[in-house]
């Protein structure tokens, strides 16, 4: 299973990477503007400090919502750094640009799924990844580990290459339940993967074993 950080802070990048588990990145536009970066120029240049942080994939969302405008807008994201994956919304337009860009060799994460048949499309039009939300799904009392069991079998049936990027991930269990179900990636935030070192069991031990040590030394 891959681990991606869900953020735009340089600092718990760096820190996730520190780690040596971090296989890339997903941004979007919320999280560009929680850390203050506005303006294109300044969001472009934050990819690419992104992108000279870690060494995997960086995801970097479009603005258009036509297909033109996604065309443009993904090509120049895609020039900018070889790790940079394009981020489509799933819309009609998104549907077609992203078949545009997997034909050109051009990665894409197709962002904002919230149903099996979502996840179908996106398959279909040869998505890199696409991303389940399954926080904001359990926000409105559905059961988004639900949704990645139905995509996960989807693909399965077909053999999609397609990975399930499962994405608003909100704690540590969300990260354990999509290991068990299969999700190929899972982005959450650093508190998330910092979740899965804890154990009182560790802690207990190790003061144990130094105060052992330190008794016979
Ligand atoms: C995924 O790519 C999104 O950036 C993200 O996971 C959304 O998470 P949220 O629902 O916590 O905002």
């Known amino acids: 299973m891959k681990f991606f950080i869900d953020t735009a802070n340089l600092d718990q990048i760096r820190e996730a990477q520190a780690l040596g588990i971090l296989d890339g990145v997903t941004t979007n536009p919320s999280l560009m503007a929680k850390e203050g970066i506005t303006g294109q120029k300044n969001i472009l240049k934050h990819y690419v ?49 992203c078949k545009y860009f997997s034909e050109k060799g051009i990665k894409t994460n197709v962002t904002l799924i919230f149903s099996a048949g979502q ?27 639900n949704l990645i069991s139905e995509i996960r079998l989807i693909y399965d049936n077909y053999g999609f290459d397609t990975q399930i990027l499962a994405a608003s991930v909100r704690h540590t269990m969300h990260i354990m339940d999509c290991a068990k179900i299969g999700a190929d990636v899972m982005t959450g935030p650093l508190s998330a993967i910092e979740g899965l070192l804890k154990h009182p069991l560790t802690d207990i031990g190790l003061a144990k074993f130094l105060a052992d040590y330190n008794e016979g030394n």
Do not use: W
Not at 49 to 59: A, F, K, L
Not at 71 to 90: D, R, W
Not at 119 to 145: C, H
């Open 49 to 97: 400090d992104i992108c000279n942080i870690v060494e995997g994939d960086v995801s970097a969302e479009v603005i258009s919502t036509d297909f033109e405008g996604m065309i443009k807008e993904g090509e120049a994201l895609a020039a900018l750094h070889p790790q940079i994956v394009v981020k489509i919304p799933m819309i009609k337009d998104g549907v077609k640009a």
């Open 119 to 145: 996840a179908l499309l996106a398959a279909k039009a040869g998505a890199t990844y696409m991303s389940p939300f399954i926080g904001r799904l359990d926000d409105i009392s559905t059961d988004g580990l």
